[in-house]
């Protein structure tokens, strides 16, 4: 199709293009920027934490003044919890990933290291932890049962940093510790605390995001009371989840009524808790998103019907000279391509320019280049999806009607 009438109609309605260009390039410019937003908060909310999220449950127990013998009224908390039908495995546990808080410590490769290698979130562990939170093992081993230590007596005396101990990494924290080989049988250190690697589990996220990194962790053989943690447990159904943690908190009450059940869920109702202001911003962007389009969409029909009531003489002439439908419909797609065109070239320049902007003002990364065409791809269908039906009733209009309006 020629173009040249085309260009010469829209230099004679040069504000009425500059419009819709305009409007257009804002669209693609935000709409790439909240593309981008939304893929890196459905990322954030995807990430996977290593455990089995469908078969835990969470219960944290608060009593008042100091408590009489922990670990002994733990070890009745546990034999209680274990009689629970439906109870797989539990597991007294200091953290799990996704949460508010977490303990954290700086793993470096000697002693006394200037600037750490990472930071890592501290797991304690008791017997039967790595199976209670669903890890899996790719590489070394479990804890040993000597290996196992009270972290309230290993507070007290001090005797975790002079001796040393295992640890067991996450996959992603024992590759940035050793790039070039495996971590099994190698000694770090947090601080000058000697840890001997003896496992790694392939995926362990932490509590809280911490040096732009959520997966590096550590796990400890430190037995933990309901006191400094709360009690894990994992169910054999799912589907009874419930029912489970019902029964489990009666059972723990029965052991001492006089503590407060602070807390009892399910970890998936701990995880959405955390991720909630993320689904919110998620579905903020697409409202904005689908705002914007709409608004467009509207200002693309409006111009087109306003040109289409403008051109009735000009389309029933060419109607009579022979043009057809098909013409006629092709020429204002055309037209709303070409516009469209321009306001993309536009919005992607200004999309780059926010990126820019974000980049610096909120540390976001930067978006890729893939999100630009997508948002072309976007408003050049939704143009043509838009100019469809003004160009459909153009088409329509009989030459004879056409060459008698004024």
């Not at 590489?139 to 007596?153: H, I």
């Not at 640890?167 to 001997?196: E, M, N, V, W």
Request: proline fraction near 5%.
């Amino acid at each position: 199709m020629d173009i040249r009438p085309i260009l010469s109609t829209l230099r004679r309605h040069k504000t009425a293009a500059a419009l819709i260009v305009l409007e257009i390039a804002l669209t693609c410019a935000i709409v790439c920027n909240a593309l981008f937003l939304i893929g890196q908060r459905i990322e954030t909310i995807s990430q996977p934490s290593g455990i089995a999220e469908k078969e835990l449950l969470e219960v944290r127990l608060g009593g008042i003044g100091k408590q009489v013998n922990a670990e002994a009224r733990t070890r009745e908390d546990l034999a209680a919890l274990r009689s629970v039908p439906g109870v797989k495995s539990v597991v007294p546990i200091n953290q799990l990933p996704f949460r508010r808080n977490s303990w954290n410590t700086g793993l470096s490769l000697v002693p006394d290291q200037e600037r750490q290698t990472l930071s890592a979130s501290q797991y304690f562990a008791s017997e039967g932890t790595l199976d209670t939170m669903g890890l899996e093992l790719i590489g070394g081993r479990d804890f040993q049962p000597d290996e196992y230590q009270n972290l309230e007596s290993v507070i007290a005396d001090n005797s975790l940093e002079s001796t040393g101990t295992s640890a067991i990494l996450s996959q992603a924290a024992a590759l940035k510790l050793f790039p070039d080989g495996s971590a099994l049988g190698k000694t770090i250190y947090s601080g000058r605390q000697p840890l001997r690697v003896v496992g790694v589990v392939k995926e362990l996220a932490r509590p809280s995001k911490m040096d732009n990194d959520t997966r590096y962790s550590m796990i400890l053989p430190l037995r933990v009371t309901y006191v400094e943690g709360f009690y894990l447990i994992r169910v054999t159904d799912p589907a009874r989840r419930d029912e489970v943690l019902k029964a489990a908190v009666a059972a723990l009450e029965k052991v001492d009524p006089s503590r407060l059940v602070r807390a009892k869920r399910s970890y998936e109702e701990q995880r959405n808790k955390y991720f909630a202001n993320d689904r919110a911003m998620v579905g903020l962007l697409v409202t904005v998103c689908v705002a914007l389009l709409v608004v467009t969409a509207l200002g693309i029909i409006g111009l087109a019907s306003f040109w289409v009531q403008q051109r009735t003489k000009q389309i029933g002439i060419r109607r009579a000279l022979g043009a057809t439908r098909g013409q006629i419909l092709r020429y204002f797609q055309t037209e709303n391509f070409l516009l469209a065109t321009v306001g993309i070239v536009l919005g992607m320049l200004m999309a780059y320019s926010i990126n820019l902007w974000l980049m610096n003002a909120y540390e976001l990364p930067r978006m890729p280049i893939s999100y630009l065409p997508i948002g072309a791809l976007l408003l050049w269908l939704l143009g043509q999806i838009a100019v469809f039906g003004p160009a459909h009733r153009a088409a329509a209009v009989p030459p004879a009607v056409a060459t008698r309006s004024a």
